[in-house]
């Protein structure tokens, strides 16, 4: 009896180009299944058996797994790296935004997000805690759901001085 392929969830971004290679030149079998919507809504995928396996944000995946009310294990665990290498972060605003310059130019404005879970929304607690409180006080990241403070409070987040400075790091089991 023939097994179904393996359903591989991954964010159409150039760093999964590596699976439409296997596919298309080393037989790889298995099928892909794009979430341009990003790793939150991937991780909602592999809870509900949508798909089998998922490549996605490191950071998104470990805020998955340190949500409030999230039962038992979590519905998956981080099993490996694809990517070693950290992903760079920009902060943007509108070309008609001349007063917003630099980061300090954020002094109590409001940082958007594009959803809970997301990258972005662990960009703005990396803001906040990291950034933001080396004297640029009165910033206000407009995010909810304090996963990075959750994860540190539980000993699976340590500030590091990783590949950039302030990197929040996960901590290497022991």
């Known amino acids: 009896m023939a097994s179904s392929p393996l359903r591989i969830g991954y964010v159409p971004e150039h760093f999964s180009a590596p699976l439409h290679f296997a596919q298309q030149h080393y037989g790889l079998e298995a099928t892909l299944v794009p979430f341009p919507s990003g790793t939150g809504h991937m991780i909602t995928a592999l809870r509900g058996g949508e798909i089998d396996i998922g490549i996605g944000l490191t950071e998104g995946w470990i805020a998955g797994l340190g949500k409030e ?38 002094r109590s404005k409001r940082i958007g997000v594009s959803r809970i879970g997301s990258g972005s929304q662990i960009m703005g607690f990396w803001l906040k805690t990291v950034k933001f409180t080396a004297g640029v006080e009165g910033v206000k990241p407009e995010v909810v759901n304090n996963c990075v403070d959750i994860l540190r409070k539980a000993g699976v987040l340590a500030e590091g001085k990783g590949r950039q400075p302030g990197q929040m790091v996960v901590r290497e089991a022991s």
């Open 69 to 106: 009310g999230v039962e038992g294990d979590g519905g998956y665990r981080l099993v490996g790296t694809y990517v070693d290498t950290p992903l760079c972060w920009a902060i943007s605003t509108g070309s008609s935004r001349p007063e917003i310059a630099s980061v300090s130019s954020l």
